[in-house]
Nanobody, 122 residues
Framework: QVQLVESGGGLVQAGGSLRLSCAASGTIFSINAMGWYRQAPGRPRELVASVTSGGGTNYADSVKRRFTISRDNANNTVYLQMNSLKPDDTAVYYC????????????????WGKGTLVTVSS
């Protein structure tokens, strides 16, 4: 069974840092893009950052120059380093794997993790 498992959320004061990790486990052949989304109470889920297998990155304007996404292709793991955190960053952060192909299968999937809560106090 293929799944995404996130870790690293928690409570931090404004201006602090956190590092989120997401590992995709199972018999995986390849993953096109991995990314992080977030959803604050009463708001829609939004893209935070994504990274392709080739290293191309994309960031939401609100996190540019504060957050850095990176990826370990060999271990199907993606990281999100979050610096200079603000109370507005408070949300549940979800890991996403897009274009995931399982070993011995020919189709592609889009998977979500269960989410990890990040709370930034003022």
């Amino acid at each position: 069974q293929v799944q995404l498992v996130e870790s690293g959320g928690g409570l931090v004061q404004a201006g602090g840092s956190l590092r989120l990790s997401c590992a995709a486990s199972g018999t995986i052949f390849s993953i096109n893009a991995m990314g992080w989304y977030r959803q604050a109470p009463g708001r829609p889920r939004e893209l935070v950052a994504s990274v392709t297998s080739g290293g191309g990155t994309n960031y939401a304007d609100s996190v540019k120059r504060r957050f850095t996404i990176s990826r370990d292709n060999a271990n199907n793991t993606v990281y999100l380093q979050m610096n200079s955190l603000k109370p507005d960053d408070t949300a549940v952060y979800y890991c996403n794997a897009d274009g995931l192909r399982r070993r011995f299968y020919s189709y592609y999937e889009n998977l979500w993790g269960k989410g990890t809560l990040v709370t930034v106090s003022s």
